[in-house]
Every structure is written in structure tokens, then in C-alpha cells.
């Protein structure tokens, strides 16, 4: 049985994240708006950012199967495998998942679902 959700990171490094985005995306209005005529250099710049932000909300995908928890990144190569074995998940808050006992430490994700539901399917699966 294999569970999928979406998932952003922690609270702060997503705010972090989303406020590069709107500077990039102020960067590029204020180089259109001080451009004569159409600047390309700022639809170029508004494009790359939209389709970095469009990749990294569809990319960021969690899903549960085998007896491992694997949490894809914008990079295949930047792929976390978490072994439900010794992992401990408690949720804090309505969306929030902390994920401790892993390799890389204790981990906080957001989710989009119900925090509490995801973590009773990855209760299940791990075999509590």
C-alpha cells in the first residue's frame, strides 16, 4: 500500500522560500515598470520564477510504502528516505508533522491534509 500526500518544509524555511519568490517576482515588475517598452529581461525573469514555484509545489511529495517514509525535493538527488522503524511523528498544530529518530535529525514538514490523518496512515503502515 502505497500513501501520498504533499508536504511543504518547516514554517520557517517555507516563509524564508516564499519571500525570495515575491522579491524575485517585485524584481521583475519594478525592471517593467522602469523599462521604456516591454522589457524581455523581465518577462524572462517573471517566467523562471513562476515555473520554479510551480515545480517545487508539485515536486514536494511525500509517500509512504515499504516500511519507508520518502520525501522527494525539487532534485531527484536531494531525496530523503526515512525508515518508519524508529520513527516517532507528532503533530503540532493542524498541519504541522515533526518526524524524530531519523538519520537527518528531528524534521518539522507542513502538510496540506490534516496533520493528525497522516500521521495515524504512517502509524499504520509502520506496524504500531
Not at 515499504?66 to 507528532?90: F, I, Q, R
Amino acid at each position: 500500500m502505497v500513501t501520498k500526500f504533499f508536504y511543504q518544509g518547516s514554517r520557517t524555511g517555507t516563509f524564508i522560500y516564499q519571500g525570495l519568490l515575491i522579491s524575485a517576482l517585485c524584481l521583475a515588475i519594478i525592471l517593467q515598470m522602469e523599462g521604456v517598452g516591454v522589457s524581455w529581461l523581465a518577462i524572462i525573469l517573471a517566467l523562471a520564477v513562476i515555473a520554479l514555484a510551480l515545480c517545487q509545489f508539485i515536486r514536494y511529495q511525500a509517500d509512504v510504502s515499504d516500511g519507508m517514509l520518502k520525501l522527494y525535493k525539487l532534485l531527484p538527488s536531494n531525496t530523503m528516505e526515512l525508515p518508519l522503524a524508529g520513527l516517532k511523528v507528532a503533530v503540532i498544530g493542524r498541519h504541522t508533522l515533526q518526524l524524530t529518530g531519523s538519520p537527518y535529525g528531528t524534521i518539522e514538514i507542513m502538510t496540506w491534509g490534516h496533520a493528525d490523518k497522516i500521521a495515524d496512515t504512517i502509524s499504520i503502515l509502520e506496524g504500531k
